[in-house]
T-cell receptor, first 111, second 114 residues
């Protein structure tokens, strides 16, 4: 079964802390997405990657294809980073465009 | 500005009634998707469409129907056959033909059966 596992499920941090959210998947993928969902429910795409590392502002996403693992890092965290972060993958051989989603990591950053 | 618009944001339905959720995009995307989100679960695919006048069932299509008469629009009808329709519904779109492209999401519709 093609699965996506995220950890931790919930995360509370103090403002300024370095945060890491992990995503593991079961079989080969063609792409991995990191998404951000705010309390209102709308989802924003943060990164799409298939190898290596990407950086945007204080956000860094890495992926290790051999270990089937990706991490999302937030440096100098801020209360406005509080949201649910979702990992989603497109498995090799899957129907075109179909993403499989993790259950999300709920991040709360305290001032 | 280009984007995806879902309406309404909140929707209440009486048991036994059909209800239609709207999804419109002006991104000129060929592919559109409907997902359902329940507390503590990942998003699950209901239906998707790669091109006008064609759509495919996703993992949880029972009790739902869709149409794709226009490229910009992909409405989802929650029928009375859906036994547990209370959920958060998200629409997404992307360009098709290339697998690894970014998906764009709407703001979602929260449906509550009363």
């Amino acid at each position: 079964k093609n699965e996506v596992e995220q950890s931790p499920q919930n995360l509370t941090a103090q403002e300024g802390e370095f945060i890491t959210i992990n995503c593991s998947y079961s079989v080969g993928i063609s792409a991995l997405h990191w998404l951000q969902q705010h309390p209102g429910g709308g989802i924003v795409s943060l990164f799409m990657l298939s190898s290596g590392k990407k950086k945007h502002g204080r956000l860094i996403a890495t992926i290790n294809i051999q270990e089937k693992h990706s991490s999302l890092h937030i440096t100098a965290s801020h209360p406005r980073d509080s949201a649910v972060y979702i990992c989603a993958v497109r498995f090799l051989g899957g129907s075109q465009g179909n993403l499989i989603f993790g259950k999300g990591t709920k991040l709360s950053v305290k001032p | 500005d280009g984007g995806i618009t879902q309406s309404p944001k909140y929707l209440f339905r009486k048991e036994g009634q059909n209800v239609t959720l709207s999804c419109e995009q002006n991104l000129n995307h060929d592919a559109m998707y409907w997902y359902r989100q329940d507390p503590g679960q990942g998003l699950r695919l209901i239906y998707y469409s790669q091109i006008v006048n064609d759509f495919q069932k996703g993992d949880i299509a029972e009790g739902y129907s869709v149409s794709r008469e226009k490229k910009e629009s992909f409405p989802l009808t929650v029928t009375s056959a859906q036994k547990n329709p209370t959920a958060f519904y998200l629409c997404a779109s992307k360009t098709s033909g290339t697998v690894n492209t970014e998906a764009f999401f709407g703001q979602g519709t929260r449906l509550t059966v009363v």
